[in-house]
């Protein structure tokens, strides 16, 4: 998401400030003494390691600047999390891989954006209302729109929208299916997961004081980027190398656990790695 930002700022002249982690996680007060003039301040939660954010400090601290708390969530840990919108962020983003959609190699996924009333208006995309036919029927129609979107298409804010209808079914179709309990079970089988992982890994934490969700990291004793090598020729893809992202991190490799996985798979993953 970090490099997505970079590429797309120049273009609308904006600059982008990169706060950087301190042993795993966003320190408020660090981001505060940076967003004085911010226009928002976004943050991941779970983060990149997969560390909890202190989410409400940091859409505090954003606020205290003057600037819209943007959190970019992972929808699957919203059954356990708390909502962003409760915490006091004014946006929340994110893409919907994971509600019932493939890999598929990055792509194509379905993205969302969630704003408080005070923005909806300023939304890009289709916005549905409800409402009801000269016979009285219900039906359903564009709302909320400008008419530069029809009219004018340099001033629209739906150009940037493209048609990913049919992931964005299959997103709905899984959390209806999951509803509100269900898809609290996923996030605690992931977090139970993550755990039963972590203890039979028996690997040293990156981030031990930090608590996470479905990925943590771990230092696998030499380089990652030969650990994941290694356990490809075995039939085992066990994680990314965060070096490839972050520097002085060559030996640590994080590792997502979701519900698609089971406890035979971790066993599995921790004997190719003892290996």
Request: charged content about 20%; aromatic content about 6%.
């Amino acid at each position: 998401m970090r490099q997505v930002v970079k590429t797309y700022a120049p273009g609308f002249g904006l600059e982008v400030v990169e706060v950087p982690h301190d042993g795993g996680a966003t320190d408020p007060e660090r981001v505060r003494a940076v967003a004085g003039d911010a226009a928002c301040v976004i943050f991941q939660q779970p983060n990149f390691f997969g560390v909890l954010e202190p989410a409400p400090d940091l859409a505090q601290a954003a606020t205290d600047a003057g600037a819209l708390a943007v959190a970019h969530v992972d929808p699957m840990s919203l059954g356990v999390l708390e909502a962003p919108g409760n915490y006091g962020c004014s946006l929340a983003i994110g893409e919907g891989q994971g509600t019932g959609n493939y890999p598929a190699f990055g792509g194509p996924h379905y993205g969302f954006l969630a704003a408080r009333n005070e923005f909806i208006r300023r939304m890009p995309g289709r916005i549905i209302g409800e409402t009801t036919d000269l016979n009285g029927e219900r039906g359903y129609v564009l709302t909320l729109q400008t008419r530069e979107q029809h009219i004018r298409r340099e001033k629209a804010t739906s150009n940037i929208t493209t048609n990913q209808t049919l992931l964005a079914l299959q997103g709905l179709v899984s959390l209806a299916w999951l509803g509100p309990q269900g898809l609290r079970e996923v996030g605690e089988t992931c977090m139970s997961l993550a755990l039963y992982a972590q203890e039979k890994l028996g690997l040293e934490l990156v981030f031990p004081e930090r608590t996470t969700f479905k990925e943590f990291a771990v230092h696998v004793g030499r380089s990652a980027r030969d650990v994941i090598r290694d356990a490809r020729a075995q039939g085992v893809h066990p994680g990314y190398a965060l070096g490839r992202a972050y520097e002085g991190m060559d030996d640590a490799l994080l590792i997502a656990v979701t519900e698609k996985r089971t406890p035979q798979d971790i066993d599995r993953l921790a004997e190719v790695l003892a290996a």
